[in-house]
């Protein structure tokens, strides 16, 4: 064929998946971020409603008065009507969230795969990296490492984590106390699983730049073990990349829309999918604040506590380890705060005064590092919650040491939020090993272990006058020259300048990529688009019955009871007759 006509089918082949594609991912074109001002319980109450009426959805929630909440261009009108009759001041902060999310893609379809085993802090990877990464981990560190399968999803997906620890295969190693980090329990918070791979690579020394706490982290493995569980809602984190980049919850069928069943037992309007695993744990006044009843809100907690496999999972696990679990973290974005119990409420804890000093020396170590502010609060002053895990492990489990880290960005970096560039991973991470070896340093089982804990554990003094913290962060130049180390790797990158070169020289190979990657993408979305036109007519047939339909098999259905009750009387005439 002629040239052209190759560039003509080439140009059509991308075309057709490209559509594919699209078709089934939510471009969110034309929807806007509006900030709304809320001044009390009913204000906030509103909100929920229009979220329930399908006209919103709450996209973040702050503890500075004020939600911010996607509204589509179809229902724009009709909020701000709500709004104006409310009293509700509010404002545009994003004009179009497809834009973000177009050009996010874009970059994630442009990046080279990575080598089975290997991972990289450019880009954000798919689950099946996650745990390939995983898997090479404790293939290499046998010693130190072992893999643990938690359990599975609602989708069959494993919930995989790691144990580290010194001489792992001594039984001894087991009753370490133990320390507990997982990340990953909203979907769309992509930069925690890649945090959290970061800290996993620190500990087990495979990452250059945190070198200097060699003997910082070999003394915590040799005294504790340290189980991370990088991503605990697999389903919902392959969701936000295959379909809804946004999407929050887990991918479980959670009910009818508005609980409303229809005549036959279906349901009335739809299918909901998904329950808020971050308000599904056992806690005091569970499923009462921060909740939607609404199995189709971005904050529905399920039906009870522990009802979704992976909250279950990890109750089984940390339940019989109570006596030994000195930390439990679990990881979040954004806001870049460290959050302390309570979630559910106001009142202070027992141990605040120990929860305000170790934030203290948390987000002065994040501090230190990259010169990123993070704030440390209580976790109810952000807004109050029931169901959350820091408080379970707090309320249920006795754990002293519970927190809750949210990553970068900053609260008021809207136009960023979860979509938080890819330049921003590596830095995020690094900034947040020092804020979990200063963690570690100050908590409660640590503190009360060192002679005159009183005196030198409320300033950190000593742990910093042992040089951990401090060598890590400054002495040993890693901040000052880590920038250097920084822009020395990306140098190094530039300097051999392969994957730039190559990319900018030769266009053809470039848009030979793209197709393949579009190809790919392709005939997995038109897969999905068949099963979602299988889906859509089970709905139709099943639940979304409309009233000539429901008529008819009302019909049929008495149509069949007249044969069923002819044929017994036959039968029945019939036994007369031969008596």
């Known amino acids: ?68 909440v996607l509204i589509g261009a179809r229902t724009m009108a009709e909020c701000q009507n709500y709004f104006k009759s409310h009293d509700l001041t509010y404002e545009v902060i994003t004009e179009n969230v497809g834009d973000g999310v177009e050009k996010e893609r874009r970059r994630l379809l442009l990046k080279t795969a990575v080598a089975q085993g290997e991972f990289s802090y450019d880009t954000y990877h798919r689950i099946k990296v996650i745990y390939e990464r995983l898997d090479a981990l404790v293939a290499k560190h046998t010693a130190i490492t072992e893999l643990i399968n938690l359990g599975e999803t609602h989708e069959k997906r494993e919930i995989k984590a790691i144990r580290i620890t010194s001489n792992i295969s001594l039984a001894e190693s087991a009753e370490k106390p133990m320390l507990w980090l997982d990340g990953g329990i909203h979907a769309r918070e992509w930069v925690v699983p890649a945090t959290m791979m970061y800290i996993i ?36 984190y392959e969701y936000s990349h295959e379909e809804e980049r946004l999407w929050r919850k887990n991918r479980t069928p959670s009910g009818c829309k508005k ?116 704030t440390s609060i209580r976790g109810a002053q952000l807004y109050p919650v029931s169901g959350d895990s820091f408080d379970w492990a707090y309320t249920v489990l006795n754990v002293t040491d519970s927190y809750c880290f949210e990553l970068r960005p900053d609260g008021d970096s809207w136009k960023i939020g979860f979509e938080l560039p890819e330049e ?86 470039m848009a030979i990529i793209m197709m393949a990657e579009m190809m790919m993408r392709g005939m997995m979305m038109a897969r999905m688009v068949m099963k979602r036109i299988m889906m859509t007519r089970m709905i139709l047939t099943g639940m979304l019955m409309t009233r000539k339909t429901m008529v008819k098999m009302m019909m049929i259905r008495i149509i069949r009871m007249m044969v069923k009750t002819t044929r017994m009387r036959d039968r029945i005439l019939r036994i007369k007759s031969d008596q």
């Open 259 to 374: 609980n409303k069943l229809n005549w036959f037992g279906g349901c009335f309007t739809r299918m909901c999918y998904g329950i808020d695993l971050n308000r599904n744990w056992e806690t005091l006044h569970f499923g009462t604040v921060g909740i939607s009843p609404d199995p189709c809100s971005l904050i529905y907690p399920g039906k009870t506590p522990f009802d979704q496999k992976s909250t279950k999972v990890i109750e089984d696990y940390l339940k019989p380890l109570k006596e030994k679990l000195k930390l439990f973290v679990t990881y979040h974005s954004y806001s870049q705060l460290f959050l302390a119990p309570y979630g559910y409420t106001h009142d202070l804890p027992a141990d605040h005064e120990h929860h305000t000093r170790v934030g203290k020396a948390v987000v002065e170590a994040i501090h230190q590092r990259h010169g990123v502010n993070y």
């Open 1 to 68: 064929p002629a040239p052209e006509h190759c560039e003509m089918l080439r140009f059509l082949i991308v075309f057709v998946f490209s559509l594919s594609a699209i078709i089934c991912y939510k471009t969110y074109i034309g929807d806007k971020i509006v900030r709304v001002k809320v001044g009390s319980v009913a204000d906030y109450n509103g909100i929920l409603s229009l979220e329930s009426d399908d006209l919103l959805e709450i996209f973040s929630e702050s503890r500075t008065g004020h939600v911010d």
């Open 201 to 236: 690579d620190s500990l087990l020394g495979e990452q250059d730049n945190e070198k200097d706490k060699s003997d910082e982290i070999q003394a915590i493995l040799d005294k504790y073990q340290i189980v991370i569980a990088p991503c605990i809602n697999p389903d919902g």
């Open 424 to 509: 921003e991973i590596l830095p995020t991470a690094e900034e947040n090993v020092d804020g979990l070896l200063a963690l570690i340093a100050n908590i409660k089982h640590e503190v009360e272990e060192d002679d005159g804990e009183d005196d030198n554990g409320e300033d950190d003094n000593g742990e910093d006058d042992n040089g951990e913290d401090d060598d890590g962060d400054n002495d040993d130049g890693e901040d000052e020259d880590g920038e250097d180390e920084d822009e020395g790797n990306d140098d190094g990158e530039d300097e051999d300048g392969e994957d730039e070169d190559e990319g900018n020289d030769d266009g053809a190979m």
